[in-house]
């Protein structure tokens, strides 16, 4: 219990991140169910803001198993997704809701 | 139209199983049906409510609003695990005792389903109001509309039956063994889901310390497939668990199991049940 105790408020100790780190901001754009970009860099080792601006009436999943993000965007609005700090590489993303078409990547570099 | 099964199948298993395990480990409890009813309704109704709000969660908190309120869900649900598990160790024995006298069903009126039917609720509206605004979302976008409803449907009766198959295979769980094992899935449900939080708070950017991923076994088992939700949502499997996620992991098992300890009423001597 006592482990528990301490282990709990050492990490409220170190919870609070100032948002001032994050300084990458990037936009992506659903419409018609796609994204656009479809490819975004970003660099690496850092984190990064990404806003996703949905322009259809219907809400989307923004959703990455790589990147660890999953964020539903209502229709008409917007949301905010933070990802990283990605290592180098190809990071796939999709809508959950079209994944037909609703595909992209991030790249870290 | 299987696309959209499969998408609202993903989603209600999750929640499915949690609703099998609750039905488990509250056998031969008298008016446990009405109370995870309850937490059903009152999830859907929640559900629908949360989808109507999408836009304004979305929006609070710097956009970090659904990622907070993700991470408050699944917290409330694991602190309302830990009361069960501490209740069940302390009168666990007490049920057990009772129901092979009695046959099966027990007049407990103490026990606390209300915590149950919370965390059935919780279960429910968190992934329930994903499934809403992706019926939403076919409403709106007006193609193919009753195909994907009725793949929607067939979703969600397969996520149903896949409830009913988790109950009856734990049902088959000898009754002497059924609170250990079910007291034994709810900590690694509680666990999982306490690893989720820490995931959603990342997100939301609150909590990013320790943030470096400690594995990847995505190779093995995707999260995305059926299966991987499967373990997602029973023993809080994730392909890439970050430092803290692992740490938050561990420390709610440690928690539950030192909780179960403390709860436990202390060891005197019993005769056995046939003296009394």
Redo the contacts between chains.
């Keep these: 219990?006592r482990?528990?105790l301490v282990?709990?408020s050492t990490?409220a100790a170190?919870?609070?991140?100032p948002?001032s780190l994050?300084a990458q901001d990037v936009t992506i754009t659903i419409k018609n169910h796609r994204f656009t970009p479809a490819e975004v860099k970003v660099p690496a080792n850092k984190?990064v803001?990404i806003?996703v601006v949905n322009d259809d009436?219907?809400?989307?999943?923004f959703e990455s198993?790589?990147m660890?993000?999953e964020?539903?965007?209502?229709?008409k609005?917007?949301?905010?997704?933070?990802i990283g700090?990605l290592a180098p590489g190809r990071y796939p993303f999709f809508g959950?809701?079209n994944?037909?078409t609703a595909k992209g990547v991030v790249i870290a570099e | 139209m299987l696309?959209a099964a499969i998408?609202v199948f993903r989603e209600v298993i999750e929640a499915g199983l949690i609703v099998g395990i609750v039905m488990a480990a509250t056998r031969g409890v008298a008016g446990r049906g009405r109370w995870v009813s309850i937490g059903i309704i009152g999830g859907v109704l929640g559900a629908a409510v949360v989808a109507m709000f999408?836009?304004v969660i979305?929006?609070a908190f710097?956009?970090?609003g659904?990622?907070l309120f993700n991470a408050s869900v699944l917290s409330a649900a694991v602190i309302m695990l830990m009361w069960h598990n501490a209740w069940m160790a302390r009168h666990g024995r007490e049920i057990a005792d009772e129901m092979r006298r009695v046959g099966t069903a027990v007049s407990e009126g103490a026990r606390p389903l209300t915590a149950l039917a919370v965390v059935v609720g919780l279960a429910v509206l968190r992934e329930g109001?994903?499934v809403v605004?992706?019926l939403?979302?076919?409403m709106?976008?007006g193609t193919s509309v009753s195909s994907m409803l009725a793949g929607s449907a067939l979703g969600i009766v397969a996520g149903a039956a896949f409830t009913a198959l988790t109950y009856f295979g734990l049902l088959a769980i000898p009754n002497r063994h059924i609170f250990s094992v079910t007291s034994w899935l709810i900590a690694l449900l509680a666990a999982g889901m306490a690893a989720q939080a820490v995931?959603f708070?990342?997100?939301?950017?609150?909590?990013?310390?320790f943030?470096r991923t400690v594995w990847d076994t995505?190779w093995l088992l995707?999260?995305?497939s059926v299966l991987g939700r499967f373990f997602h949502a029973l023993i809080g499997y994730t392909?890439?668990p970050t430092e803290?996620q692992l740490?938050?992991y561990a420390?709610t098992l440690?928690?539950m199991f030192?909780?179960t300890r403390?709860a436990r009423p202390s060891p005197r001597p019993r005769l056995p049940a046939a003296a009394e």
């Excluded at chain 1, 170190?14 to 991140?17: D, R």
């Excluded at chain 1, 009436?57 to 999943?61: A, G, K, L, N, V």
């Excluded at chain 2, 708070?201 to 310390?209: I, K, P, Y």
Aim: no cysteine; hydrophobic share 45%.
């Design positions: 219990m482990t528990f282990l709990v990490v170190i919870v609070l991140a948002a994050r984190r803001q806003t009436p219907t809400p989307e999943e198993h790589e660890k993000v964020k539903v965007i209502p229709g609005s917007k949301g905010v997704v933070r700090p959950e809701f994944q037909a | 696309g998408i999408a836009n979305s929006d710097q956009g970090a659904q990622e109001s994903e605004l992706f939403y979302g076919i709106v976008s995931h708070l990342n997100n939301a950017g609150w909590l990013v310390a943030d995505s995707s999260e995305g392909e890439r803290m740490m938050v420390a440690l928690a030192a909780l403390l």
